[in-house]
């Protein structure tokens, strides 16, 4: 009898283990169909309103200060950056104008040698990133190099000039979170010594068209 009981209780402890794993396993894989959903609302949660930067930002950014103005290049946003990057309207078109800044030579987070440079390495990144925005919908609307400084000052130029478009933040966001898109990251990080990155939002009226 005591065999029978405890075999009963074992079968039932048994049970309820893969109905556990079948539930964690059902919400791991609606929650994978629908993460960009999903990090809109779980992300924030996580995110401080301080300035300091997310990991590695602080060893790949540079500050430049002139008589009235500070400007930091950076390869990934602060902690305040990209909550607010979650806020607000995350539906509608934009376009990130990106100002970018190479290494002399590449330096590849895994420690691989290379003879490429900081603009070469970027470049394999840009002729990936093509193929990643038109996945979501997004295209590069115009790139070209830096040549000199029009008007008003800075204390160094930036090497490249480039605009993005995307349907919304959720399409950049969904973009940013697909694996293949992470292995061509690696190439950006190695190339760059950092970049501003300015979100814009086309209007109507005299500068933007009718």
Do not use: C
Not at 32 to 61: K, Y
Not at 85 to 109: C, H, R, W
Not at 152 to 181: C, F, H, I, N, T
């Amino acid at each position: 009898m005591e065999k029978l009981i405890r075999k009963e209780v074992e079968g039932s402890a048994m049970k309820k283990k893969w109905l556990i794993g079948g539930i964690v396993l059902t919400i791991f894989v609606l929650g994978w169909a629908n993460r960009t959903t999903l990090a809109f609302l779980v992300v924030p949660l996580f995110l401080d309103s301080e300035e300091s930067a997310l990991p590695n930002a602080a060893l790949t950014s540079s500050e430049v200060i002139t008589a009235s103005k500070t400007y930091k290049n950076a390869v990934v946003p602060s902690q305040s950056q990209m909550k607010g990057f979650f806020q607000g309207d995350t539906k509608s078109p934009i376009l990130m104008l990106n100002l970018l800044k190479f290494k002399d030579k590449a330096v590849y987070e895994d420690g691989r040698q290379t003879t490429l440079s900081g603009k070469e390495a970027y470049d394999l990144y840009a002729d990936e990133v093509r193929g990643h925005l038109k996945k979501v919908g997004g295209e590069i609307v115009l790139g070209g190099e830096i040549t000199r400084l029009m008007l008003g000052q800075v204390e160094d130029l930036w090497d490249v000039a480039a605009v993005a478009r995307y349907p919304s933040r959720a399409a950049m966001l969904k973009m940013m979170m697909d694996s293949e898109y992470r292995e061509s990251e690696e190439h950006r990080s190695a190339g760059l010594e950092g970049q501003l990155n300015l979100e814009i939002k086309e209007l109507s009226g005299i500068l933007g068209g009718e």
